[in-house]
């Protein structure tokens, strides 16, 4: 059974790092382009919003305005497993994170449109001082 697992969430103060990582179980990364996506804490996660999408290919991966210059997707293929970078945090950046393998994307739209075949199950992220 595919799965989705995050890790990395938790509570760190204003201008600080944090490292959030995806790992995939009987489904392979690379085969997907891969999504990180955020929500507010207790709205549901079909509202999350999409912060960044890697495809596994030579082109740029994709970052909302509010994140960009900040978090840094990358994947590790040998560990089957994807990783957000998040620099200079901001209390704004309070929200519980999602990994999503997506099989279809759509960047004529901002943020893109997309086809999640899995969603991992969350992990909490908490900038406060």
């Known amino acids: 059974q595919a799965q989705l697992v995050e890790s990395g969430g938790g509570l760190v103060q204003p201008g600080g790092s944090l490292r959030l990582s995806c790992v995939g179980s009987?489904?392979?990364?690379?085969?997907?382009?891969m999504g990180w996506f955020r929500q507010a804490p207790g709205k549901e996660r079909k509202d999350a919003s999409c912060i960044s999408v890697d495809d596994n290919d030579d082109l740029s991966p994709y970052y909302a305005n509010s994140v960009k210059g900040r978090f840094t997707i990358s994947r590790d293929s040998a560990k089957n497993t994807v990783y957000l970078d998040m620099d200079s945090l901001k209390p704004d950046d309070t929200a519980v994170y999602y990994c999503a393998a997506l099989s279809f994307v759509n960047y004529a739209f901002d943020p893109p449109k997309y086809e999640a075949d899995y969603w991992g199950q969350g992990t909490h992220v908490t900038v406060s001082s």
């Open positions: 009987g489904i392979t990364l690379d085969d997907y382009s």
